[in-house]
Nanobody, 127 residues
Framework: QVQLVESGGGLVQAGGSLRLSCLAS????????MAWFRQAPGKEREFVAR?????????YYADSVKGRFTVSSDNANDTVYLQMNSVKPEDTAVYYC???????????????????WGQGTQVTVSS
């Protein structure tokens, strides 16, 4: 079993930056990839980015964040990061970290494919 805890959310002005962290614990060796999703009020949970724990696979981004957000990982410390730059008001949401035990061919953005979720961290972007 893997447990995930997100941190780093908060209030930021449009155009600013924020870095989210996701600390994993438990049987992290069983995780193939980690991902970030987000959910705004009244909307469905939306894929943001995915990063494999091992080399040989790629990192993937939603088109809406490509070029602005960067996902990275520190496997030695079981932590995944989401660097958010040039944020926009439409980036306002609760951001969730998720773990997937398996390799996925496209698409890789389906929430039900992910086994474990964190509790989420609120990001609010003011205009």
């Amino acid at each position: 079993q893997v447990q995930l805890v997100e941190s780093g959310g908060g209030l930021v002005q449009a155009g600013g930056s924020l870095r989210l962290s996701c600390l994993a614990s438990g049987r992290t060796s069983s995780t193939y990839a980690m991902a970030w999703f987000r959910q705004a009020p009244g909307k469905e949970r939306e894929f943001v980015a995915r990063i494999p724990r091992r080399s040989g696979d790629n990192t993937y981004y939603a088109d809406s964040v490509k070029g602005r957000f960067t996902v990275s990982s520190d496997n030695a410390n079981d932590t995944v990061y989401l660097q958010m730059n040039s944020v926009k008001p439409e980036d306002t949401a609760v951001y969730y970290c998720a773990a997937d035990r398996f390799y996925r061919p496209a698409p890789r953005n389906i929430p039900s494919d992910y086994d474990t979720w964190g509790q989420g961290t609120q990001v609010t972007v003011s205009s």
